[in-house]
């Protein structure tokens, strides 16, 4: 609030407020469509529910990471239960409205045993990972981390990978939106 507080009368008379975003962090349980967008449902840590809309417009983010897609989340939620969110709530709205969606990332790491096609690689232990289209894929140095392409991956490099797991046996188990080919499997 920016104001001038008056002595004499002892109030503070303010010209401007600024409105902070109410934050929820939870687990997205539900996702149904809605007229404009979703309605997201959210039970926090002390079980309360929470449903919150989010307009059609407004992306969804892996934490530490860009846009992921609605349909790819709700197909997991759908398929494997709760996943992790922070929601920032526009403080213009009168019903909840997410300002922002932000879904905690999962991790999971591995060798490359085999290059599969549509970007799929299993890792050694079988698991099979799908690098989204417009992932992060970093070279990371012990001087630098050099951005590269999915080309750069090779059978035998060790990743470190951040995104989502999928628990459903439809040949992936894991959508990786972060990938970090470790300098030690390219040594």
């Given at each position: 609030m920016i104001g001038k507080y008056d002595v004499d009368n002892d109030v503070f008379r303010a010209i401007a407020v600024f409105l902070e975003s109410q934050k929820i962090i939870g687990d997205l349980t539900l996702i149904e469509r809605a007229t404009g967008g979703v309605d997201l449902t959210i039970v926090d840590d002390e079980d309360n529910e929470f449903n919150v809309f989010l307009n059609e417009d407004t992306p969804v983010y892996l934490q530490g990471d860009g846009e992921i897609s609605l349909g790819l989340l709700n197909q997991l939620v759908l398929n494997c239960g709760a996943k992790r969110v922070s929601v920032d709530l526009d403080p213009e709205e009168v019903e909840p409205t997410a300002k922002e969606v932000r879904v905690q990332q999962e991790r999971t790491y591995?060798?490359?045993?085999?290059?599969?096609?549509?970007?799929?690689?299993?890792?050694?232990?079988g698991k099979l990972v799908r690098i989204q289209e417009g992932a992060t894929i970093m070279l990371n140095r012990k001087s630098s981390d050099i951005p590269v392409d999915f080309d750069s991956i090779r059978v035998g490099d060790w990743l470190t990978l951040f995104g989502l797991s999928d628990c459903v046996d439809s040949?992936?188990?894991?959508?990786?939106?972060?990938?970090?080919?470790n300098e030690s499997s390219t040594e």
């Open positions: 591995g060798e490359v045993v085999e290059i599969l096609r549509n970007r799929v690689l299993r890792l050694e232990g040949g992936v188990e894991f959508y990786a939106f972060i990938a970090l080919i």
